[in-house]
């Protein structure tokens, strides 16, 4: 069992990953040449819009993942959120999503949401073999993903 201070010494460890993830999308956004170069992979949906559901740069230092913020029509967005869950990720407390940023390795999948694609779920293994297979653009389907 982990003593009270291993334990504290792991959730460091994971904040500082979690910050380390956002500093590197941070810096791959000052150059949008350079960020394009380095993108691996792009789950879109599949409305003619093409939303970017979440962009994937995988390095040997990990495999980052980014989900851009979205917008959710006002009735998909009271259907599929709770009044706590607005309140703690959106910019206006309503139906404008946070981009959300992290280290593929704390999730187990990724969920993905635009105005056409409501929560869905990718697991880990499909990003990691979508990365091993070289596919660059992936569009998700809501029956398949
Ligand atoms: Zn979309």
Not at 105 to 115: G, I, Q, R
Not at 129 to 143: N, Y
Request: glycine share 4%; hydrophobic share 35%; with cysteine.
């Amino acid at each position: 069992m982990m003593d009270d201070n291993s334990l504290g010494v792991l959730i460091g460890h994971m904040n500082d990953r979690q910050k380390q993830a956002e500093a590197v999308y941070a810096a791959l956004r000052t150059n949008e040449r350079i960020r394009k170069k380095a993108r691996t992979l792009v789950y879109r949906c599949p409305n003619r819009t093409r939303c970017a559901l979440a962009e994937v740069y995988a390095s040997p230092a990990g495999v980052l993942i980014h989900h851009p913020s979205y917008k959710l029509s006002r009735d998909l967005n009271e259907q599929g959120s709770s009044a706590d869950g607005r309140a703690a990720n959106t910019t206006d407390g309503d139906r404008h999503w946070k981009v959300r940023t992290y280290f593929l390795e704390a999730a187990v999948n990724l969920a993905l949401n635009c105005d056409h694609v409501h929560h869905v779920v990718i697991d880990r293994e499909h990003v990691e073999w979508h990365i091993r297979e070289g596919i660059t653009t992936h569009i998700v389907h809501p029956d398949t993903a």
